[in-house]
């Protein structure tokens, strides 16, 4: 049955191969994890598994915030892209930026990808309880609002699931451990390969 329901899906995926790029913070670059356990490897090896020939692209980076991944963009996201995953906000969050800023450099992000006929799922972030009702009422908006007005996918909290699972993240209390990478990806795979669907249409 495993093996008809991967035949299913590679009919469904196309014959030449996707790439498709994370352009990300830590919780995608893979901070502490080992070699292969980060978010886009494992994404990889799930969407291989369900028969998609794909590459997923790792372009995240430790500490940066939204603003930074504008500013790598052009470089961080190849013109020969398929599909692409924007996971930024977390370090913006953390820093008390203003909500206003955050959502003004995602907002280009998701129109540079837009303008190159990219489809874009945009991954959601939420704030932390320690900032306040008001800022977290502003920040936790941002998402739903760009993938509105933009019409990028919507994965409403990147960290579903995994927030707040001591068994599922690392000492910090920040990071998903290998198994919370893995939690994500299975949680995530339907949008994603929604995403894919639109790539190759």
């Known amino acids: 049955m ?3 329901l ?3 899906a590679g009919d469904c995926a ?4 996707l790439s498709l790029v994370v352009l990300g913070d830590s919780l995608t670059a893979g901070y502490g994890l080992p070699p292969g356990k980060a ?8 969407l291989g598994a369900r028969g998609w020939d ?7 980076v430790s500490g940066d915030t939204a603003g930074d991944g504008l500013a790598r963009y052009d470089w961080a996201v190849p013109a020969d892209a398929n599909a692409l995953i924007v ?3 977390a370090n913006d969050m953390l820093r008390g930026l203003p909500p206003e800023r955050t959502k003004a450099a995602l907002a280009a992000i998701l129109d ?3 303008a190159a006929h990219l489809p874009t799922l945009i991954a959601g972030m939420r704030a932390a309880p320690n900032l306040g009702p008001e800022y977290a009422h502003a920040f936790d908006a941002i998402y739903p609002a760009l993938a509105g007005a933009t019409g990028a996918s919507l994965y409403p909290f ?3 699931g995994v927030a707040g699972d001591p068994a599922l993240n690392q000492p910090d209390g920040l990071h998903p451990t290998a198994a919370g990478a893995a939690a994500i990806v299975n949680r995530i795979l339907p949008s994603v390969e929604e995403l894919l669907r639109r790539a190759k249409s």
Request: proline share 3%; net charge positive.
């Open 14 to 17: 196309s014959a030449r191969t």
């Open 2 to 4: 495993a093996a008809a």
């Open 87 to 89: 996971e930024l906000g």
């Open 158 to 160: 990147f960290l579903d």
């Open 112 to 114: 540079k990808a837009k």
């Open 39 to 46: 978010f886009p490897d494992q994404l990889q090896a799930a």
């Open 6 to 8: 991967a035949l299913g």
């Open 54 to 60: 794909v590459k997923v692209v790792n372009a995240g």
